[in-house]
């Protein structure tokens, strides 16, 4: 085992699979010799040179829609936007491209491809840079989306990202770029398996299911809970499409309750889902109703304070939770 | 920000490549591609007017000196992709029409397996990327072809070709950027239609002559009369010949003209009479046959008998779509996603309850 921050394990995750496989190249904004604008590549272009390790224009409707084009042809890119929110510039180039090129051209060109970036909000950048779109490409047919919470489940989710043969958007979260964790040492090729959950603390009065940041503010008002004799279960769901359905399935069979927590807006945001194919397959096993801890359905706003009453927090877990047990 | 002084780069010449000279049956077979694209077209207009082709349906009617001419100079490794008046250029590409005929009709046996439509042709086979219908959108993908081929050495070029209508669209200027930037040996054909749907050229854009829009990004600019397939061939060749021999893309302008309506659905009420006739007049078609007979490669009587051969082919395409199979419904399903080979397979859910 090694210690690495979510970051390290990032960089980690694109240069072994940069070594192993000579299709794997990375582009963006200041990814090259700036060394990442949140430092996710650095010594990526030292290592591998400027032929894989490629420094775009701000210019993301053209550089998304070239790597889709490369991987059509051939090559695996990853693309790093700066932040998702400017993701919102190639929408048509990640919807319409990498979202349909395959099934328009009935099966004859694959696009294995992964946008990857920081997304969420928190640092108080205001309401262009804080989108949290998991849901927007999740309700593309063909897109998987992943968002993991910790530096383990961070390289092992990238490393799979950039071998699958499909198109994948991989969100990060600024927040968590400097925690801390243990990841298998490098010596493990850690492939951890898209579209699986990870129970991130067991307990057996209330399922909480979150993703990315919303994790830790769910593992927060557990511990909290705790101190008040609720035992909560965490489930990480890590990838959000296609999300693990039997892991919620089966703990909310021990727990009867479950409480989903997510930066997502309230309409269509991703809990919606999930408490909709719990109550539609699983509904005698509930012993109230799903509640849904989301970002407030406003724009986010700069003050620290409102943001922060924006964002789920452990107040409203923790109000959501027993609201759910009452 | 200082305008006043900024001074239009010059457009580069390119310096004239190899001969193009092709021999009879060489010209022979260009003539027959676009008479066949010509048969084509007409054949699924009929087939529309019976309801039989749904949707949208674009007619590249008058234009097929272009895609013919400058597809006839590429080599096996190079690359093509366009927007969705496509049919000219997937049968320019090598298409057999059967399949391209089956998908217009939504059926099992198109190319696209009836996923695709009129506007969403592909073929891997012959390295023909679509087919895109989103005006522009095509353009970054065209990037990206070409820098495949440059990534992994292929000596490869692209054709990406573009509207009239799609110079405005930020993604293409994305595109020239970016091409001219890092040298991608991808060449932009405008073809020069004159009207972008029911909008005029002079209504829709500034800074005309298109081909200007090389000039921003020290580009190699070129135009080519469309209506004479000689012309496309011999300046598409130069622009082919900079990019495979020095890595570097070229923006064409190439002039021609749709004798139909944007689509099907359009009447054209926008265009006088006098217009079309005086398009009608150089016919790329007409124009090619009286060079043919002029310089005595064939006759009257041998072009007769090729109609009438490609007229027999057509209609058998129209047969074979009319009588393949609809796709079965479980086929919904698949081509979305690849198969696996690195990781395992990931388990999808089934969000479709009913």
């Not at chain 1, 557990?222 to 035992?231: F, P, Q, S, T, W």
């Not at chain 2, 997937?90 to 996923?115: D, N, Q």
């Given at each position: 085992m090694q210690t690495l921050t979510m970051r390290d394990a990032l960089n980690q995750a694109m240069a072994e699979e940069m070594e192993r496989d000579e299709r794997v190249l990375l582009m963006g904004e200041e990814v090259a010799e700036y060394d990442g604008a949140y430092k996710i590549s650095q010594g990526l272009l030292k290592r591998f040179g400027p032929k894989r390790v490629i420094d775009t224009p701000i210019s993301e409707s053209g550089f998304a829609g070239l790597a889709i084009g490369a991987a059509t042809f051939g090559l695996r890119p990853i693309v790093e936007f700066m932040t998702w929110s400017f993701s919102l510039v190639a929408y048509d180039q990640i919807i319409n491209n990498a979202g349909q090129i395959r099934y328009m051209s009935g099966g004859q060109f694959s696009v294995p491809i992964v946008f990857r970036g920081t997304a969420g909000g928190g640092l108080r950048v205001g309401a262009t840079h804080s989108h949290t779109p998991e849901n927007w490409y999740a309700n593309v047919p063909a897109l998987t989306v992943i968002s993991p919470a910790f530096p383990d489940d961070a390289k092992g989710l990238l490393k799979s990202a950039i071998r699958s043969n499909n198109p994948v958007c991989f969100m990060e979260n600024e927040t968590l770029y400097g925690i801390k964790g243990e990841v298998p040492d490098s010596d493990t090729d850690l492939l951890t398996p898209i579209g699986k959950g990870r129970i991130r603390r067991e307990g057996a009065d209330i399922t909480i299911v979150a993703n990315s940041a919303s994790t830790h503010r769910a593992l927060e008002a557990a511990e909290k809970l705790a101190a008040n004799g609720v035992n909560a279960e965490v489930i990480d769901l890590r990838t959000i499409k296609p999300y693990d359905f039997d892991m919620i399935a089966e703990s909310v069979t021990k727990t009867h309750r479950l409480v989903i927590v997510e930066e997502n807006k309230p309409f269509c945001g991703w809990g919606a889902q999930v408490a909709y194919d719990i109550q539609r397959k699983i509904f005698d096993e509930l012993d109230a109703p799903i509640a849904r801890v989301t970002g407030i359905d406003v724009p986010q706003p700069y003050n620290g304070h409102l943001e922060r009453a924006v964002l789920p927090n452990d107040e409203r877990i923790i109000a959501a939770v027993q609201d759910v047990l009452r | 920000m200082s305008t006043a002084e900024t001074k239009r780069a010059e457009i580069k010449k390119v310096t004239s490549s190899a001969s193009l000279i092709l021999p009879p049956e060489g010209r022979l077979r260009l003539y027959r591609q676009m008479l066949l694209i010509r048969r084509f077209e007409e054949k699924a207009a009929q087939a529309f007017t019976q309801t039989k082709i749904k949707g949208f349906c674009h007619l590249y009617i008058g234009e097929e000196a272009v895609a013919v001419g400058s597809i006839s100079v590429l080599q096996p490794q190079d690359a093509v992709i366009t927007a969705y008046r496509d049919h000219g250029h997937a049968i320019a590409s090598g298409m057999e029409i059967k399949p391209l005929m089956a998908e217009l009709f939504g059926k099992a046996t198109g190319c696209s397996k009836g996923k695709g439509g009129s506007m969403h042709f592909f073929s891997k086979e012959k390295n023909f990327f679509g087919g895109h219908g989103?005006?522009?959108?095509q353009t970054p993908l065209g990037a990206g072809l070409a820098f495949a081929q440059k990534y992994q050495g292929t000596n490869g070029v692209t054709l990406c070709y573009l509207g009239d209508g799609a110079v405005n669209q930020g993604a293409f200027h994305e595109s020239l950027n970016i091409a001219a930037l890092w040298k991608l040996p991808v060449i932009y054909i405008i073809?020069?239609?004159?009207?972008?749907m029911g909008t005029s050229l002079a209504r829709s854009s500034a800074g005309l002559p298109l081909v200007n829009r090389a000039h921003g990004y020290d580009m190699a600019g070129i135009v080519a009369d469309g209506m004479d397939i000689d012309d496309v061939r011999a300046k598409t060749a130069e622009a082919v010949n900079l990019a495979r021999t020095e890595s570097q893309p070229t923006l064409m302008e190439i002039r021609t003209y749709r004798y139909r309506g944007h689509s099907m659905s359009d009447p054209g009420k926008y265009r006088t009479k006098e217009e079309i006739e005086k398009h009608l007049a150089s016919d790329p078609i007409h124009l090619y046959k009286s060079r043919l007979l002029e310089q005595k490669i064939t006759t009257d009587e041998a072009l007769e008998k090729m109609d009438e051969e490609i007229k027999a082919e057509v209609q058998a395409a129209y047969d074979f779509a009319e009588e393949s199979p609809e796709p079965e419904?479980?086929?919904?399903?698949?081509?979305m996603l690849a198969p696996e080979d690195q990781i395992d397979e990931i388990p999808r859910g089934n969000y479709n309850h009913f």
């Amino acid at each position: 085992m090694q210690t690495l921050t979510m970051r390290d394990a990032l960089n980690q995750a694109m240069a072994e699979e940069m070594e192993r496989d000579e299709r794997v190249l990375l582009m963006g904004e200041e990814v090259a010799e700036y060394d990442g604008a949140y430092k996710i590549s650095q010594g990526l272009l030292k290592r591998f040179g400027p032929k894989r390790v490629i420094d775009t224009p701000i210019s993301e409707s053209g550089f998304a829609g070239l790597a889709i084009g490369a991987a059509t042809f051939g090559l695996r890119p990853i693309v790093e936007f700066m932040t998702w929110s400017f993701s919102l510039v190639a929408y048509d180039q990640i919807i319409n491209n990498a979202g349909q090129i395959r099934y328009m051209s009935g099966g004859q060109f694959s696009v294995p491809i992964v946008f990857r970036g920081t997304a969420g909000g928190g640092l108080r950048v205001g309401a262009t840079h804080s989108h949290t779109p998991e849901n927007w490409y999740a309700n593309v047919p063909a897109l998987t989306v992943i968002s993991p919470a910790f530096p383990d489940d961070a390289k092992g989710l990238l490393k799979s990202a950039i071998r699958s043969n499909n198109p994948v958007c991989f969100m990060e979260n600024e927040t968590l770029y400097g925690i801390k964790g243990e990841v298998p040492d490098s010596d493990t090729d850690l492939l951890t398996p898209i579209g699986k959950g990870r129970i991130r603390r067991e307990g057996a009065d209330i399922t909480i299911v979150a993703n990315s940041a919303s994790t830790h503010r769910a593992l927060e008002a557990a511990e909290k809970l705790a101190a008040n004799g609720v035992n909560a279960e965490v489930i990480d769901l890590r990838t959000i499409k296609p999300y693990d359905f039997d892991m919620i399935a089966e703990s909310v069979t021990k727990t009867h309750r479950l409480v989903i927590v997510e930066e997502n807006k309230p309409f269509c945001g991703w809990g919606a889902q999930v408490a909709y194919d719990i109550q539609r397959k699983i509904f005698d096993e509930l012993d109230a109703p799903i509640a849904r801890v989301t970002g407030i359905d406003v724009p986010q706003p700069y003050n620290g304070h409102l943001e922060r009453a924006v964002l789920p927090n452990d107040e409203r877990i923790i109000a959501a939770v027993q609201d759910v047990l009452r | 920000m200082s305008t006043a002084e900024t001074k239009r780069a010059e457009i580069k010449k390119v310096t004239s490549s190899a001969s193009l000279i092709l021999p009879p049956e060489g010209r022979l077979r260009l003539y027959r591609q676009m008479l066949l694209i010509r048969r084509f077209e007409e054949k699924a207009a009929q087939a529309f007017t019976q309801t039989k082709i749904k949707g949208f349906c674009h007619l590249y009617i008058g234009e097929e000196a272009v895609a013919v001419g400058s597809i006839s100079v590429l080599q096996p490794q190079d690359a093509v992709i366009t927007a969705y008046r496509d049919h000219g250029h997937a049968i320019a590409s090598g298409m057999e029409i059967k399949p391209l005929m089956a998908e217009l009709f939504g059926k099992a046996t198109g190319c696209s397996k009836g996923k695709g439509g009129s506007m969403h042709f592909f073929s891997k086979e012959k390295n023909f990327f679509g087919g895109h219908g989103i005006v522009g959108g095509q353009t970054p993908l065209g990037a990206g072809l070409a820098f495949a081929q440059k990534y992994q050495g292929t000596n490869g070029v692209t054709l990406c070709y573009l509207g009239d209508g799609a110079v405005n669209q930020g993604a293409f200027h994305e595109s020239l950027n970016i091409a001219a930037l890092w040298k991608l040996p991808v060449i932009y054909i405008i073809e020069n239609n004159q009207w972008s749907m029911g909008t005029s050229l002079a209504r829709s854009s500034a800074g005309l002559p298109l081909v200007n829009r090389a000039h921003g990004y020290d580009m190699a600019g070129i135009v080519a009369d469309g209506m004479d397939i000689d012309d496309v061939r011999a300046k598409t060749a130069e622009a082919v010949n900079l990019a495979r021999t020095e890595s570097q893309p070229t923006l064409m302008e190439i002039r021609t003209y749709r004798y139909r309506g944007h689509s099907m659905s359009d009447p054209g009420k926008y265009r006088t009479k006098e217009e079309i006739e005086k398009h009608l007049a150089s016919d790329p078609i007409h124009l090619y046959k009286s060079r043919l007979l002029e310089q005595k490669i064939t006759t009257d009587e041998a072009l007769e008998k090729m109609d009438e051969e490609i007229k027999a082919e057509v209609q058998a395409a129209y047969d074979f779509a009319e009588e393949s199979p609809e796709p079965e419904i479980s086929s919904m399903y698949e081509d979305m996603l690849a198969p696996e080979d690195q990781i395992d397979e990931i388990p999808r859910g089934n969000y479709n309850h009913f």
